[in-house]
């Protein structure tokens, strides 16, 4: 059953993104994609081991035929690397311009089955089935797709946007407790880019509040997704404004490359990274201190990491690997107020040490 639609409209663009109780009513979808040749349900054997029967229940009334190409999953494997074998599957058995794509699970899923859409043939159409909290309030939505390369991650990509989404609900009842913190750190961002209602709301929540078939968790996946298309729609390529979806992630990279991205999911890292960036907004952008307190209490209710507890020069020097290096300053996002944020600000190094080396260790 579908719970709630919300359409994004950019230049050159223009599709829905659903919120389905399951899998019913995404082959009508698909069956309705003008001239189809074939499906290609690209997966992972772990989200394929709990969801492949379900899912191929209800294909089986596509008009076309449709198989699976298994990728390995964990972000290592969103690699260039493995782009190949792919290219040589869909070359095997046929599949020509008018094949589609469902990229079905989680954000390593759908970046680098929207890369394979991206650039198979020039670009073939795709969807977006997200099985993961942070692919249905951010990654499914907005076109970026990428690989990673081995000098650093997304490091090839596009901007490609999926004929539709589509988030089948149920699949959140089988999340690991880890991967929850992801996409709650990504709602925590999207709400305090928003303030007004969304915040109130849920800063009013906690954790448990949040679970697959949850008021608050439908609730909140809309609004972030309402938050990120508005954004999105005014600037798909990050010519500016899009850049404000980085808040928090500053620190946050850092922190994930210097642990070699082992010790923090990318969620628990950008929570982290949100802290910095709140911190710095209230020394440089006027963030008041009672916005900063109301911050941090949401974040403890949501249960997120909120403590840095890596060397601060050592975040500092991954942070300058990052490309908003320039001169002796880094660009960061801060806000003014919440829902008011100011992107690619320049702060000296010696300020984010300063800030770092007071996180450390605190909260
Ligand atoms: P993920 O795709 O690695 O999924 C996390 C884990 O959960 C995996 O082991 C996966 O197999 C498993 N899983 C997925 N769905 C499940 C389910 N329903 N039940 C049980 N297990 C399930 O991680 P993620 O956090 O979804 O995505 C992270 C990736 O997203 C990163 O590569 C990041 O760069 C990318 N990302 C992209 C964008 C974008 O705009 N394109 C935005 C944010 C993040
Ligand atoms: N996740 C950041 C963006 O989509 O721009």
Known sequence: MKLSEREIIGQGFRYPIELHEDFQGLAEKLNALPKVSKVYVLTSREIAGIYEKYITKELKTLKVPFSFIYLKPGEKNK???????????LIETDADRK??????????????AGFIAATYQRGIRFVQVPTTLLACVDSSVGGKVAVNVDSGKNMVGAFYQPEFVFA????????????WSCGLAEITKH???DGGSFLDKISKSKRSDFYADSPTLRYAIEESVRVKSGIVSQDEKESGLRAVLNLGHTTGHAIESLTQYKKYSHGEAVAVGLVTALMLSRELAGFSDSNFQKAITLMKQLELPTVLEEKPDLVLGHMEHDKKKEGSSL???????????????SIERKTILEILKRQRGKF
């Open 79 to 89: 690699h260039i690397d493995r782009v190949k074998k792919v290219y040589n599957q």
């Open 168 to 179: 089948p609900l149920f699949t959140l009842s089988t999340l690991p407790e880890k991967e």
């Open 99 to 112: 094949a589609v794509v469902i990229a079905f699970g989680g954000g390593v899923v759908g970046d680098f």
């Open 191 to 193: 709400a305090f880019l």
């Open 331 to 345: 660009k960061f996002v801060l806000l003014e107020d919440f829902g008011k944020p100011k992107f690619g600000v």
